[in-house]
């Protein structure tokens, strides 16, 4: 069974707009990753964000984390027709086991 | 350096065939894991080796699933006598360590008829 849940599942915007995607889990962590798979193909790591960091930037990508809610947020900036993708967050909970447990994933269109 | 490379990159199996799915981590990762993601899903987990040790099996869904790391580099995954619902994505990621940033291969797709 999947710890995480990202909302929407599926999200489509135009080009140069701005895309939020959320993720919800369950225990305690030690860290959250977020990472992208494009239609076919593996899974692409995007940022890691530890249970003591509440935000983190990498190029256009904004990602938060807030621990009393058990959540984070992946914020995409002036999306590209390339941002196209499923989008998964990956929890590695402090229960003692290395079972990451990743979501169902927000599949993303970015339309030209 | 060179990623995580798995094959083959597909497979077709008849039912009740067994497989053996190769993983290449990257060069000193010390952490291996296996994913099993079926179509439209996320990954999920199945097991995961520190060095050659297997840590945790937890996620093998049954004692079909049998993986192994002898040297602490390469590893494989064996599906005995499979069955149609064996049929997905693996995955196998290495990182340097347990919890640190997680490098994936590009899976091998399975199919079993």
């Known amino acids: 069974s999947q710890q995480g849940e990202e909302d929407p599942q599926a999200l489509s915007i135009q080009e140069g707009e701005n895309a939020t995607m959320n993720c919800s889990y369950k225990t305690s962590i030690n860290n959250l990753q977020w990472y992208r798979q494009n239609s076919g193909r593996g899974l692409v790591h995007l940022i890691l964000i530890r249970s003591n960091e509440r935000e983190k930037h990498s190029g256009r990508l904004r990602v938060t984390l807030d621990t009393s809610k058990k959540s984070s947020s992946l914020l995409i900036t002036a999306s590209r027709a390339a941002d196209t993708a499923s989008y998964f967050c990956?929890?590695?909970?402090?229960?003692?086991?290395?079972?990451?447990?990743f979501g169902t994933g927000t599949r993303l269109k970015v339309l030209a | 350096g060179a990623g995580v490379s798995q094959s083959p990159r597909y497979k077709v199996a008849k039912r009740g065939q067994d497989v053996a799915l190769r993983c290449d981590p990257i060069s000193g990762h010390v952490s291996l894991f296996w994913y099993q993601q079926a179509l439209g899903q996320g990954p999920e987990f199945l097991t995961y080796?520190?060095?050659?040790?297997?840590?945790?099996k937890s996620g093998l869904p049954s004692d079909r699933f049998f993986a192994e790391r002898p040297e602490g580099s390469v590893s494989t995954l064996k599906i005995q006598r499979t069955q149609k619902e064996d049929s997905a994505v693996y995955l196998c990621?290495?990182?340097?360590?347990?919890?640190?940033?997680?490098?994936f291969g590009p899976g091998t797709r399975l199919l079993v008829l």
């Open positions: 990621a290495s990182s340097l360590v347990s919890q640190e940033t997680q490098y």
């Open positions: 080796f520190q060095n050659e040790a297997q840590l945790d």
């Open positions: 990956a929890t590695d909970p402090t229960s003692g086991t290395y079972k990451y447990i």
